[in-house]
């Protein structure tokens, strides 16, 4: 067990739906990072949030946004979805960049 | 191409084998070397963390780095079939926009086999 924590394990939704996907991070790390993994692509960045400040973005579609609130917990929001969305998706925490990473168990989205 | 490659393999090999992973990339401005174990349908799990080129050893796992031929190794000695899994490498780099961003590699399927 990492210690970062992700809800819902699974999601099952229609296209054009939005969806929220949550993460708790590790006591006491700042730092939040969320990826896609998917068959083709394999685990791909998409965003990072230290501090409750967006640090980096990946090639995170403009459909897609985050933010990461005070107590430091994370949401990913997925709008408009499409099919090709479907994937696996991890939260990632780290004391701050350039720390080691752990992951969440992740939350595996299907989008029918 | 791929800033990162790996080749996906299947690997097979019998238990107690010494098993070698590797990767190479292609930025060099890349300073943080991961390797981490992913079984079916879970979050990856840290195996190893290094900085820089050298080696690093945890038990049965050996990692190594050579920035000068953009190349990276995990070594497991002793395999088990419980270290079957997918193993992936990750890297970022330092400075820029990268604020630790990982890139990985593909993916390695490795089964031991009793």
Redesign the interface.
Known sequence: D?G?TQTPKHLITATGQRVTLRCSPRSGDL?V?W?QQSLDQ????LI?Y?NGEE??K?NILERFSAQQFPDLHSELNLSSLELGDSA?Y?C?S?V???????????T?LTVL | QKEVEQDPGPLSVPEGAIVSLNCTYSNSAFQ?F?W?RQYS??????LM?TYSSGNKEDGRFTAQVDKSSKYISLFIRDSQPSDSATY?C?M?A?GG???????????TILTVHP
């Open positions: 990492s970062v730092s990072y990826y394999g685990l791909q960045f990072h230290y640090r980096a990946g696996l991890f990632a780290s701050a960049e350039f720390y080691e990473q752990f992951f969440g168990p992740g595996r | 943080y991961m981490y349908r879970k979050g990856p799990e840290l963390y992936l990750a970022s330092t926009t990268s604020y630790g961003k990982l890139t990985f590699g593909q993916g």
